[in-house]
């Protein structure tokens, strides 16, 4: 399947739930707030006007305070709402005009739902459970028995097949609602603050499980939250809502560069940088470099001139031999060309590296950390004084000139020592 | 003195009765039968079994029902045991087992009446609206005047019996079954709908389970209902242990009318605690 295709489109979708339907939704057109309208007609404004595409293989979160219409638009995508206007489009078909057998066919088949209670059957073990939607499809059973073991064993839930739901924990139900609407196989998971209910370490665990499972099953998954770091841990893009309308779609590296808005920059305050921000979003140009041919006078008037007491070794095809410092160019001094015994190894990492991984390394190895592509060549540099200039924005409350004008910081180039990199970090 | 005149309520419901009799006798007549052999089969189904097995029989269900391994179990075993054998001692043994039949009849037609009815007033608004009243009219209406047009339509006897008990006693089922519908967590019906269910299969796959707690408290209060009814019936002639505290009332016999009251108890208490066992077992 083409991963780029929009698996799902919802086109200027509506849903709002009272009688005066058609005034509201005219009201709405002409700008009026959700509070606005409630009061003049009584009608409580579910989302209004909202139009993006899912696409296929991508975890699309849907973010947003309680009461900006996130589940709401969920349950447009599965009509569990009938939207008031404009249309969603599954794989290109019309959900929203479907007859009911049709889109009974179309639930059984294409969607997983996963809710924040759980949503599971008391009266039912495990296995009851997870084999729910088979049943429902009328497969028989010692098929769905079959399908609905590899499931649980998927979720790793063996052993507790012949457990009721309510004697296991939050999380454990949470994976039997997750084994449940995974049971059809189905294309597109629907998850509605799926984790919200769980405690910080039982939803960090079951957030790392959904990734590895979508890596072996590469599902639609579309993930309503109001948890950021959730957002930004899960999703490949996120949709902001506020008060029923969208305010900014973009992956979690643009929402947390470039915050649409002065709400979009008050969430992305909280948020923890360093699990977001790659080695590309916040390296360095190397500036000045040694290169393995030069002798070692013109590398001392290289450190020199820039002023560093230790130079990367990159040569004219941009490949990385090593770090050199100061004192080792200084013992020879007097030769034609610099020895490669002299040249110290030096961390590397891709582009895509996490800045929370970065980090580790740079406090381990007490170096910085060189950036290189795919074929090995030197792209960047992180240090101590780059991260610590990314993460300081954090502190500082962006404000969105401040973001649009210099997303990566200005510092000193590399292989600055640490009392110099505290320095130009609180002077930028 | 001027006087405002009298709306003749009595006579209109009286003629409507009337109406009904000479016209639909025949519907009226079939319903009888049908509801007179019912009452027979349970009747001489449950004499086939002989006293000294039946007393035995009961206290092994009540350790089934409410499992052996509870003291409780054991507490209702005993029960069963002495209450019933006080029962037979008192030779009121034949009467217990046409109240049981009269009890079980109704109930039946109960259940066959009120769980469909439950389940419409929990899905329609407009339903809840109109079978509201119905059923407080039914709830508080004096149950002696159920009496008299279930004898003017059926005649004396253990048919008018059962229809003045199920009437009386098929408000709490229907409310008991439409709230239990109407609390399945909404989170819970969401999910069966999508994953495709039908209307149907959410009915029976979800939503009667999940509720059958509540529907079953439902059954245990209207056969209790039922029970307290059928010293009311009796005086129409509908037989049983509320024929003997009717004669002990009309003879002033307080003795005698103590006995057929501690037996309806004795029943009562039985079926209570049978009902309620099997109502939380799928709980747990």
């Known amino acids: ?428 | 003195m001027t006087s405002i005149p009298t709306i003749p309520l009595g006579h209109w419901v009286s003629h409507g009765v009337d109406y009904l009799t000479a016209h639909y006798g025949a519907s009226l007549n079939a319903v009888s039968h049908f509801i007179h052999s019912l009452i027979s089969l349970l009747e001489h189904g449950l004499r086939a079994v002989p006293v000294l097995i039946f007393i035995p029989l009961v206290a092994v269900l009540s350790l089934l029902a409410l499992g052996w391994q509870r003291p409780r179990a054991w507490g209702l075993a005993l029960f069963s045991l002495f209450g019933l054998g006080l029962v037979w001692d008192l030779h009121l043994w034949h009467a217990l087992i046409q109240t049981l039949a009269l009890v079980l009849a109704a109930e039946l037609l109960i259940l066959i009446v009120g769980i469909p009815l439950g389940i419409f007033a929990a899905q329609s608004h407009l339903a809840e609206k109109i079978l509201r009243p119905i059923l407080d009219v039914m709830q508080t209406m004096p149950a002696f005047v159920y009496l008299v047009p279930a004898v003017i339509f059926f005649g004396l006897g253990l048919v008018p019996g059962v229809i003045a008990t199920t009437i009386f006693a098929l408000p709490p089922l229907v409310r008991l079954t439409a709230l239990g519908i109407r609390q399945v967590p909404a989170e819970l019906v969401e999910a069966t709908e999508s994953f495709g269910a039908t209307w149907w299969q959410l009915l029976w796959k979800v939503q009667i389970p999940t509720a059958l707690p509540s529907i079953m408290a439902g059954v245990n209060q209207s056969i209790m209902l039922g029970l307290s009814m059928v010293v009311i019936a009796s005086m129409i002639g509908a037989g049983g242990l509320g024929n003997e505290v009717l004669q002990g009332i009309t003879q002033l016999d307080v003795g005698k009318s103590f006995v057929g009251g501690i037996s309806v108890v004795i029943l009562a208490i039985i079926i209570d605690r049978l009902t309620q066992a099997f109502g939380q077992q799928r709980k747990e």
Not at chain 1, 15 to 43: H, I, N
Not at chain 1, 53 to 80: C, D, H, P, Q
Not at chain 1, 176 to 185: C, H, K, P, S
Not at chain 1, 199 to 215: A, G, N, T, Y
Request: proline fraction near 4%; aromatic fraction near 4%.
């Open chain 1, 1 to 428: 399947m083409d991963q780029n295709a929009a698996k799902i489109e919802i086109r200027h979708a509506s849903k709002v739930f009272g009688r005066e339907e058609r005034l509201a939704l005219d009201l709405l057109d002409k700008g009026l707030s959700k509070s606005e309208v409630q009061k003049r007609t009584g009608v409580v404004v579910g989302i209004h006007d909202i139009s993006l595409n899912i696409l296929a293989g991508e975890i699309f979160v849907i973010m947003g305070l309680s009461g900006s219409g996130k589940s709401t638009l969920l349950r447009l995508i599965n009509r569990l709402h009938e939207a008031s206007r404009g249309s969603i489009l599954v794989d290109g078909v019309d959900v929203t005009k479907m007859k009911a057998s049709e889109l009974r066919a179309l639930r059984r088949r294409a969607f997983g739902m996963v809710f924040q209670n759980f949503g599971l059957l008391p009266q039912r073990t495990v296995l009851g459970n997870v084999e729910f939607g088979l049943e429902i499809q009328g497969i028989p059973r010692s098929q769905r028995r079959e399908r609905a073991q590899e499931v649980i064993e998927t979720v790793g839930l063996q052993g507790y097949e012949q457990r009721y739901a309510a004697e296991l924990s939050g999380g454990m139900q949470q994976r039997v609602g997750l084994a449940r609407a995974l049971a059809a196989d189905p294309e597109i998971l629907l998850m509605d603050e799926a984790f919200s209910a769980l405690d910080p370490i039982i939803r960090s665990q079951l957030q790392d499980d959904l990734l590895e499972i979508q890596d072996r099953l590469n599902k639609t998954i579309v993930f309503v939250s109001h948890d950021l770091d959730e957002a930004l841990k899960l999703g490949n893009r996120i949709a902001i809502l506020r008060d029923g309308r969208l305010i900014q779609v973009g992956d979690p590296q643009e929402i947390l560069s470039h915050p649409a808005d002065e709400y979009v920059s008050t969430f992305v305050e909280g948020a923890d940088r360093s699990k977001v921000l790659t080695a590309r979003d916040v390296m360095q140009n190397v500036r000045t470099a040694a290169n393995p041919k030069d002798s070692p006078r013109v590398v001392l008037r290289k450190m020199e001139r820039s002023g560093f007491g230790g130079l990367m070794v990159i040569d004219n095809g941009r490949r990385l031999h090593g770090y050199i410092d100061l004192s080792a160019v200084r013992s020879q001094r007097e030769k034609e060309q610099l020895s490669t015994d002299l040249f110290r190894p030096i961390p590397t990492a891709d582009a895509n590296a996490k800045l929370v991984d970065l980090i580790q390394i740079i406090t381990d190895k007490g170096s910085p950390v060189a950036v290189i592509d795919a074929r090995q060549r030197v792209i960047g540099v992180v240090d101590k004084s780059t991260i610590l200039a990314a993460l300081a924005q954090n502190d500082d409350g962006p404000t969105v000139e401040e973001n649009h004008a210099d997303p990566t910081p200005a510092v000193a180039m590399a292989s600055v020592p640490a009392s110099q990199a505290e320095s130009s970090a609180s002077g930028s």
